[in-house]
């Protein structure tokens, strides 16, 4: 079982910046890859960033690409969600979640297994 809890949305700027976080319970984080997905309102859960459990594989939306950067710090059970050049169309819920199984694409919210309960992210034009 695992514990999932975001922090560090807001309100922000277009062109602004904003790192989220998200807290993991336990002792097993390592063993878990971890996804970043996010909700408009009146629109379906997206894809965001997905990070493998070593770190060394990331994964992007294209619409975040080259603004996002996810990453991971195993000793500190923490999994962070930098993002860079806001723009109003990533006004969104963002919620982390956690992935044990090898199998399953990152892609897909229903490969994942643990959910946080989201931090609300708004850019103003």
């Known amino acids: 079982q695992v514990q999932l809890v975001e922090s560090g949305g807001g309100l922000v700027q277009t062109g602004g910046s904003l790192r989220l976080s998200c807290a993991a319970s336990?002792?097993?984080?390592?063993?878990?890859?971890m996804g970043w997905f996010r909700q408009a309102p009146g629109a379906e859960r997206e894809f965001v960033s997905a990070?493998?459990?070593?770190?060394?594989?990331?994964y992007y939306a294209d619409s975040v690409k080259g603004r996002f950067t996810i990453s991971r710090e195993n000793a500190k059970n923490t999994v962070y969600l930098q993002m860079n050049s806001l723009k109003p169309d990533d006004t969104a819920v963002y919620y982390c979640?956690?992935?044990?199984?090898?199998?399953?694409?990152?892609?897909?919210?229903?490969?994942?297994?643990?959910w946080g309960q989201g931090t609300q992210v708004t850019v103003s034009s």
């Open positions: 336990g002792r097993t984080f390592s063993r878990y890859a």
């Open positions: 979640a956690a992935k044990s199984s090898s199998g399953g694409s990152y892609y897909l919210f229903t490969s994942y297994e643990y």
């Open positions: 990070i493998s459990r070593s770190g060394g594989s990331t």
